[in-house]
C-alpha cells in the first residue's frame, strides 16, 4: 500500500518573492529560488511512496489572479521539468560512464589474470608485491563501475522520480 498524497503548503507575502530571474540556460524563464526549491526536492525525495503531490500556495493578502497563477504554474512546471530534464541527462551520463568503468575494470581484471597464470616467478617478495598492486588496481577499477551502476544510480533516480512529482504536482491558491 503506498503512502498518502505528499501535502506541501507554501505560506507567502508576495508570490514574486519565491521567484529569480536570469536563470539562464536551460531554464526558460524565472527560475525558484534555491532554498524553496531544495525544501520541496527534499520533501518529495522523503516521502518517496507518495505517489503524488499536492502543493497549496497561500498568497497572503493579496492573493493572485487568475492569470497570475496561470504564469505561476507554468513557471513552477517549467523549473521543475528542466530539472527533471537534468536529472535523466545525469542518470544516462552515469550508466554510460559506469559501462565504460566496467569494460576496462573487466579487460584489466583478464590482464592481471594472464599474468598471474603464465608469469610465476617465484614467490618472492616482488612477485607478492605485484600481485597485491594487480589486486588493488583491479579492486579500484571495478568498485568505480559497481558504484555507478549500482549505488548511484539508484539515488539518481530516486531524485528523478521526485522531480518528475514535483512536475507534476497539482498545484492550487488558496488564502
Known sequence: MSDPVLRLRIDLAPAEEIWEEGGGFPFRGPILRAPLAEYLENHARRARTAPSVDLTIRSGDAPL??????????????????????????????????????????????????????????????????????????????????????????????RARALAKLRDAQVTFGR
Open 65 to 158: 489572479d487568475a492569470e497570475a497563477q496561470a504564469q505561476f504554474v507554468r513557471n513552477y512546471r517549467s523549473f521543475f521539468g528542466v530539472k527533471f530534464d537534468g536529472a535523466e541527462l545525469e542518470r544516462a551520463v552515469n550508466r554510460r560512464e559506469g559501462l565504460q568503468s566496467l569494460y576496462v575494470g573487466v579487460a584489466t581484471s583478464l590482464v592481471a589474470l594472464a599474468f598471474v597464470a603464465f608469469v610465476d616467478v617465484g614467490l618472492g617478495f616482488h612477485t607478492f608485491a605485484i600481485y597485491f598492486v594487480l589486486l588493488v588496481l583491479v579492486w579500484v577499477l571495478m568498485w568505480d563501475s559497481i558504484e555507478k551502476l549500482i549505488f548511484d544510480s539508484m539515488f539518481l533516480r530516486m
